[in-house]
Structure formats: structure tokens, C-alpha cells
């Protein structure tokens, strides 16, 4: 099958600057990636579904002249589903910008917390070599 | 060996129930327990009391050596059926399981004082893990007896940690947890072996035909090291003291008579077929006989009298283990004969351990004093399990030690085949010093409970129930007169000892053998363990300096540490908790694993090897020129610092996509992605209003060039996957047959349309699943609560300050009726007048596009968005309260009853015959509108449409209204003079808002 070469440019360009964007630690720019990513892939699937042709109406023309209708039923959807995805980020941006003052991503706190044991050779909570975890009953702990 | 003869087998359906009604009575345990306190322990003794009478019932069948079955189809493709079986062994432990059962759980009724914690919770469980213990036994599927055999070990975990306060309880939970699970797992892999190379999981089946080979020998010692994890084993002996956190009752039972006879149980059920698989009896032997001496003289040492026994039950299973592996008609007989008067004795002594500690509040035998003077009925009972588990005349203990003997004799005159005559002697010598240190222990158990110690003052004793002595009670006894049933008890083991070696001379349980070696061994041992607890103190000496530098545990609580390091190692390397280092992750696998498979491809294409490369420059001269202008907005968005023209700049770039699906020959969704971008770009700028105009600055690091090399790499290899699949494309798309089939079937001429609401029906569905979850979880993130902050009409909303209040007359109009709760600076007349004069038409558009999408450009999605952004105009000429009075509905209810639609469109033709999603077309002929075609599918659409116009309605009132209000307040109190101390509070607030 011959492949359109400006669509597949096209296609590569929006996902490569798109994902640059979602490289990012910013949401919104993570947002604006994620919209030229999800651009790139619907005309990749314009490209991967064959060459242009007359619209998919039946009757209007002999079906081996129609584009190929299945990409687009496939992107079509795939274009609503980038709208509520670009919804709920946008959500989360601003409720992060709320509770942060910044709509950056952070870093995962339980994961820093493992890494800094790591960092120390520590053991977690009931593995320390000190206590056999057979000390008295701390109540502290218990109350946790 | 004799090959067992195949039993007749006696079908009945009782047994299954029995099991399940285990199941029943702990589920209600907990809801009668919170009625009747304590008392519950009594109807749930009915349970076990049931199963011990229907098995009393079968003893017939049983003892002419005929199986009671039961089979259940269940998992026939897995070989997993609920096979259950009773043979002369499984009674012998149905009886011991059931039996202790009922009189553990009439006993709990006065362990626990009333009201205490977790009782509820504890008669439910217990209850369960009789009925798992009872499963256990007659299971006759190696993978229903596995299933089982992890039910008890999970009661067992939840029942040792009885008091999850504790942290003495949770971690002796999790200790034999973990060790128990590890055996069984190993079990799990060494019953798949067997099932594999015999062909079969049935147990029955494995033993009429036992296969050979080292597959089979490997199997089988994953099999046993599950039985010696279960039945604490050396050197995986350690967790059952530690299990001696559970209540007593637990100890008794789980821990004494019933679980840890699991392990025992497998192996006798295997070594009729089994025993002579090399490096059986090489491990059972050895690690039996170190068991037994291991756990004897830790026993001698104990403080605690509770502890004293639980090491003595380590003793007790290892010696059981030595009878039971040895695969013998006279070690069968001796060691089912033990595992009975074990069961009954040490069962009776835990139960006096509980009564001892509950009524004087201590364990320790250095602090109990004159006990058995003031219970004296409770002290003659442990006398007699102490006798009956020293051997004493004429207990059961007894004649099944003068059997137990005879067998070892036998073993060491290597009668059995794999064991040479000196193992036969070690193992006789090593059992006679366990049964020694039996002595030793038990004086010390008894002396220890119930003696009046000199210089200790008598111990304060309070006033015994006589429903609380009464199960030790029957049992110390039921071991007494079982030591006169000898000849019964043969005749009852004899079926399972039959299916075994015989040795020369026909042995039998019996109180009188005459003056032979056994009976001088029996005395040995009595007069050498009696000496043991006279010299108790020096023994204790002795253990003191010879004391182990390592202990299992210790290992034990090593290992866990190194997994817990090597976790939190890999976790910590792996884990960076940064979502960039993820991502980097992913892409620089996909990148490297496909991406090389691509370069290989276009290598050998190139190379003229693969199929060719086909490429076209483009199809329509538009598109290099749409091309250009989206890919310079591409470059321009990443380059932008500012988060509006990022945003507009990225919609650029989609609504060129629009324009290539239009020349492309795809209106539909160049109509669609007009429409969905432009509510992209209205929802972004409504959220962009509330965050800082620039992003944040950050440094430039050269990191940022590797981040653009992966980013170029992945632009790349996604065009390159492209290209290279698409030109090796030769078959016919499936979608050539769509047009005719869309027509046919569907009865539209939108191809497109039609593969959304018909050929692909259940994918659209999906897709608006997907939406209600989206619209959702925007509510939920800027609402927090519920969108209950509701929908308010214009009648009811004040005017701003500063708005002069109109005269309501009637025949007095305004163009639109919300915009009057706007300050007049924000108002545009000629906004509204346009509004007013576009709506309706939009609205009925869309209504046209949604009915028309069957045959013509249109369809749910696209009409949706239409009304969608006829909304939004109200919203934006009018403020908040016009879009309410535009749709005063909840966008969730639009969003759930378009999901109902479309959910009831699809099974509406099951009604009918046809099948979901099923499309039927009906003419009607209308009076001025004429003949009007009529498809089934247009109900999907609507669906399809009232999700759609939900998503964009959620939108507008959270990242709109909801926004407008946030702003308004942040207004309002800058206006009054607060400072930025008081907006740092106000998002406290917001942050308490979430937590609470």
C-alpha cells in the first residue's frame, strides 16, 4: 500500500514535540502535549488507513473510490475521548495549582521515603535487627 | 508392598454440607454473638457434634474397609472436581477433628470472660477453620485439599492474631504465616508435578498407580516440605511457640490436635504409595527424630507452662512424623494409635493450661503454687494426659507406645526396604532419648502447674465453672478407657495399616504383649525421664551454657530482613517516584526493543530483502500546506512560555487536523474535531484565567537535550512503524466490506455513522463509559463534594450592588434573562442580542445533525457538541445563572440517563430475538411529513448525544461557574482588605474541604 509521506511527517512531528511536552514537569504543558500527541496519532490513522478518497457515503460513490471508513470511526472516537481526558488533567492542574500554588508534578513522597532507607541501608518498621521485633508492645506504634 | 486393592466406594451427599454447614455457622457466629455474648460457643458445638455422629453413622461402611465419596463437578477442564472421600484414616481424623471440635467450642464459653473484645469475630472464625480442617481431611482432589489446606493456615493466621493490638500477636501471625504459606506453596508445585506425571489429581487415583521417576521424586519432596512446614518440622519448627499468642482454646486446637496433624495426615495418605521414593524416609527420619529431641529438650527448660507444652507438641510431632513416614503395618498402627491419644492428651493439657491462667491470671511455674489442692479435678485430668503422653499403663498412650517399639524394632532389623539396619538403630536410640526428655518435661509440666512448691506462696485460685472443666475433663478420660479398646482400636486402624508392608510378626494395640523388648524400653524410658526431673535443675544448667549461638528463628527474622533489604533496595533504585523518570523509562523501551525490530525491517526493505518501501509525497495538494502550518504550530507550542499561547497554539495544530480529514475525505470527523477543539480551547482558557500567565522558570540543563533526542527518537520510530507496516500491507481491509454491510444491515448510508452505532457498537459504548467517568471525575476534582451546590434561576438570585432594580411588568422582555446578575461592565448588549437570536437555531441544527447522522455528515457525537457550544455561548453572553436558565438540569443526570439510553437501545433487541446492539429498521408513514424511514439505532445515538451534551454541560458548570464563584470570593475578600495571610487560610480551608 502506498503510505502518504506528508501525513506520516506530520504525524512523527506532532508526537515527537508532543512528547517533549509530556516530558515536562508542568501540567499544562504536559496537557499541551498530551493534545499534539493525540493530534499526531489521528492523522497517523489517516495515513495507516489508505489514500484519500471520496467520503464514505453509500450511494454517493463506488465504495472502492471511498476512504477507508473505518480509521475514521476510530479516530472519531478516539477525538472525543482526548477531550475528556484533556478535561480531567486540566481538573487536576488546577486543583493542584489550589492545594500547591503550582501545577507541577511532584515527586511521589512514600517513594522518597523508600529511597532515602535505601540511601541509609535501612530496614523498614518491624525488621530492624535491634528490636527482633519482639520488643515490648510500643504503644505508640499500636495507636498508628 | 501389596498393591491396594481399589475399595468399594459408597456414594452419599451429606458430606459437601457438612463442610458448608461449617461455613454457614461462621458466618452468622458474629451476628448471634453480638445477641448472646459467649453463649454462642455452645449452638456452634452443635455443628462438630453433627459431623461427629454422621461419621459414627458410616463406621460400618468404614471398618469393612469401603470408602464413603462424594463427587461435585466443579472445574472439570482443570481436573478440578470436589472429589471427597472417606476411608478408615480420614474417619480416624474426622472423629479426632469434629470430636475436639465441639468440646474446644463448648469450652471457649467460659475461656472468655463476657464482653470480650473480638468474640464475635473469633467464634466465626474458629467455626470456619473447623470446617476447612474437616474439607482438609476428606478431600480426595490434590488441588480441592490444597485449597483447604490454605484455608486453614489463613484461620490460623487470623485466629493467632486474636489481638491485632498486640504487636507480640500480629507478628506470630505473620511468622507462621509466611512459614506455612512458603511450605504450602512449594506443596502447591509438588502436587501439579504429581497430578502431571500420574495423569491425574485425584488422590485415590494417584495411589492406585503411583508413578515413578525423579519428576515424581521432586514432586514429592516439594509435597512434604509443605507437610513439614505445617506440622513445625525442624528446622521450620519455631512459629508454632510463637502461634502460642492465640487464646488457649486455639492452642489446644489448632495448635495441637487438629492443623498441625495436616502435615501428619499427608504424609500418611502418601506413604502407601510414596515411601519408598528415594530420600523419603532419608528426610522424614532425620528431621522427625531431631524434631522430637529438639523440641523435648527446649521443653525441659521452659518457664512458661504454656510454652512447655508448645515445645512438647514440637517433640510430639516430630516422633508422629518418624511412625507415620516409616510406611509400616506396625509403625501405621503405632503411629495412628499415637496420633489419637496425642489429639486427646495434649489437647486436655492445654485446656488445663487455660483454666490454670484464667483463674489465677499467671503461666509461670516458679509463681504456681498449691494449684492442684484447690482444683483438684482439673489437676487429675492433666495427670492423666501427662500419664497417657509419658506411656504410662494402662492410658492409650501406652499400648500405642508398646506398638510404637515394636515397630522401630522392625526398622531397625531392616524389615523396611530403604533403610538400612543402623539408620533402623539411630532412629530407635534417638526416639527412646525423646521419650526420656517426654518424661522429663511432662513431671515438670505437672509439677510445675499443680505442686505446692516450698517457700512460694499458695497461688489464689478463683471458682471453677464445672461447664469449664468438663471438656478436659471427657477427654483425660476418653484416653483412659481407649487404653482398654486396644483390639477396637486395630480393627479401626487396620484397613489404612493393611494397605501397608506387614512386618513378621502381625502386631496389635493391646495393653499386654507379654515380657518383651518393648516393655523393657517402656520402662527405660519412665525410670531415665523420672531421673531427668529429679536433676531439673542441673538440666537447666547445662542448657543455659550450651546454648546455641543461632537459633531458627534468628535465621528466620535474618531472612526476612535480606528480603526486606533487597526490597527496599530495588524499590528505592526502581521507584524514583518522579512520573519524567517513568515516562523516560517507557519510551526508552519502546525505543529500544521495537525500535531496533523497525530499523532491522527497514534495513532488509531497503536492502530489497523485505517487502518494498511505498511511499507517495502526498494525495491532495493540501495537505503539505496544512502540513507545514501544523507542524510550525507544533514547534511553536513547545517553544512558548506563556500557558495561553501554548494552548491556542496547540489547537492551531487541531484544527488543522480537521482540515486534512476534510480533504482527506473524511467530514464526519473533521465536523467533530472543529467542534471538539473549539470546547477544548473555551475550557482551557476558562481554566488558564485561574493559573499564573508564564510557567514556572526553570533551569536549563543539558538534560533538556537528551529529553529532546528521546523525544525526536520517538517522533521517528512512531512515522517509521507507520511507514513500514503500512507499505507491507497486503491483505484486503476488512472495512471494504463496511459500505454494502453499513446499507444492509445498518440501514444508513453514513458509513461512518453506521460503524459507530451498529458494526462496532460495543466499542462506542466503551467510549461513552468512558466520558461519564471523565465528566465525573472533573466534577469531583473542582466541586470536591457533590454538584449539589446547585442549580439557582435567575427570580431567585439578588441583583449586584450597583444594579438598579427593573419593574417586572408584564410584556416587559429582555433578550436574555441572566445577564442582569452581571455588573454592567461585563455586559454586551449586542452579545446577548445575538445569543438570543442564535440559540434556538443551533440547538435545532444539532437536533437535525443528530437524526440526519444515519445517512448524512452528523451523528450523536457531532450534535452533541453543537448543543454543547450553543450552551456555551449562553454561558458566556450571560454568566452562570444564563447557563442555568439555558439547561436547569443536572449535567450527571443528562450524563447517566444518555448511558441508560444507549444501554437499553442495545438489549432492546434481545426482546425481540435479535441479538445486543442489534439494528432493525420500521417505516411510518406520517400525516404532512410523509413516509419516514425509522432505525432501531437512532436510540444508541441519542444516547450517545445526552452523554455527550453532559460532558460539555460538566464542564462549563465546574471549570465555568464553579471557577466564576472562586473568583468572585477571592475578589471579594481582596476587596475587604484581607491579606495574603488570610488567602493562605481560605486554602487551608479548601485543603480541609478535601480531607473532610
Redesign the interface.
Known sequence: ??????????????????????????L??VL?GL??IG??????F???G???????????AD?ED????????????A??????????L??????S???H?????Q??????A??R???D????V????TT????E??PE??DR | MSPPTRPSTREVRSLLLLVLCHAVAALLAPFVAGRIGRWVFLPLALVPTATVVWALTHTRTVLDGDRVTQRVTWVPDLGMDIDLSMGALQWLLVLVVAGIGALVLAYCTWYFRAGSPHLASFAGHLTAFMGAMLGLVVSDNLLVLFVFWELTTVFSFLLIGFDP????SR?AALQALVVTTLGGLAMLVGFLVLGHEAGTLSISGLLADPPRGTAVTVGVMLVLLGALSKSAQVPLHFWLPGAMAAPTPVSAYLHAASMVKAGLFLVSVLAPGFSTVPGWHLVLLTLGTLTMLVGGWRALRQIDIKLLLAYGTVSQLGFLMVLLSIGSRTAALAGLGLLLAHAMFKATLFLCVGIVDTLTGTRDLHKLSGVGRQLPVVAVAATLAGLSMVGFPPLLGFIAKETMWAALLELAHGETAGVPSYAGWLVLAGLAVGSTFTVGYTARFVWGAFATKPGVEPTEVRPLAAGFAAPPVVLALAGLVLGFAGAALTTAIAPYADTLVAGEHEEYLALWHGWELPLLFSALTLLAGAGLFAARDRVCHLQARTHPPVSAE?VY?AA??AV??SA??V???V??????TY??VV?VVVLAVPGSALVAALVSSLGGDGPG????????AA??VV?VI??AA??M??RSRR?LR??I???I??Y??AL??L???????AM??VL?ET??LV??VL??R??PEY??D?PLRPVRYA??A???G???A???F??V???G?TAE????Q???A??DFGY?????NV??VD??AW??FG?IS??V???T??AS??FLDSRSSGIRRVFDVPYPEGVDRQAARPGRRVWLPGPRTLSPERRSIVFEVVTRLLFPTVVVFSIYLLIAGH???GGG?AAGMVTGLALMVRYLAGGRYELDEAAPVDAGVLIGTGLFVAALSGLGPVAFGGSVLQTADVYVDLPLLGEIHLVSSIGFDIGVYLV?VG?VLD?LR??GSR?DRQILRAEREAAEGVDSEDSRSR?RR??AE?SG
Open positions: 500500500m502506498e503510505m502518504n509521506a506528508t501525513l506520516l511527517l506530520v504525524c512523527g512531528g506532532l508526537v515527537g514535540c508532543g512528547v517533549y511536552l509530556l516530558l515536562e514537569r508542568s499544562t504543558r499541551a493534545v499534539l493530534n499526531g496519532i489521528n492523522v497517523g489517516l495515513a495507516a489508505g489514500p484519500a478518497g471520496s467520503s464514505a457515503f453509500y450511494g454517493s465504495p471511498m476512504a477507508d471508513p473505518l480509521p475514521q470511526a476510530l479516530v472519531l472516537t477525538i472525543v475521548i482526548t477531550l475528556g481526558t484533556v478535561a480531567f486540566l481538573a487536576m492542574a488546577h486543583r495549582w489550589q492545594l500554588g503550582a501545577d507541577d508534578v515527586d511521589d513522597v512514600e517513594d522518597a523508600i529511597r532507607l535505601a540511601v541501608d535501612e530496614t523498614s518491624g525488621h530492624s535487627a527482633q521485633g519482639q520488643e508492645d510500643d506504634e499500636d | 493490638g498486640k504487636r507480640a507478628l534468628q527474622r526476612m530482613r526486606d533489604r527496599i533496595e524499590t528505592g533504585f521507584q524514583r517516584g518522579s512520573v519524567t515516562l523516560t519510551l518501501i511505498d511511499v507517495v509525497a502526498w494525495d491532495r495537505q503539505p502540513g501544523m507542524l507544533a514547534v507550542t513547545v500557558r501554548a494552548v497554539l496547540a489547537g495544530t487541531g488543522g487536523c486534512l480529514f480533504v482527506h475525505g473524511a467530514p464526519d470527523i467533530t474535531q471538539v470546547v477544548t475550557v482551557f481554566v488558564l485561574r493559573l510557567f514556572t526553570r529529553r529532546m528521546l523525544a525526536a520517538v517522533g521517528v512512531v512515522a517509521g507507520l511507514l507496516a503500512g507499505s500491507r481491509p476488512i472495512s471494504s463496511f459500505a454494502k453499513a446499507y444508513g448510508r453514513n458509513v461512518v460503524t459507530l458494526i462496532r466499542d462506542t467510549e468512558v466520558l467517568v471523565a465528566a471525575g472533573v476534582l473542582i445517512n448524512l455528515p457525537f455527550v460532558l464542564l465546574t471549570f471557577l486554602e479548601e485543603r478535601v
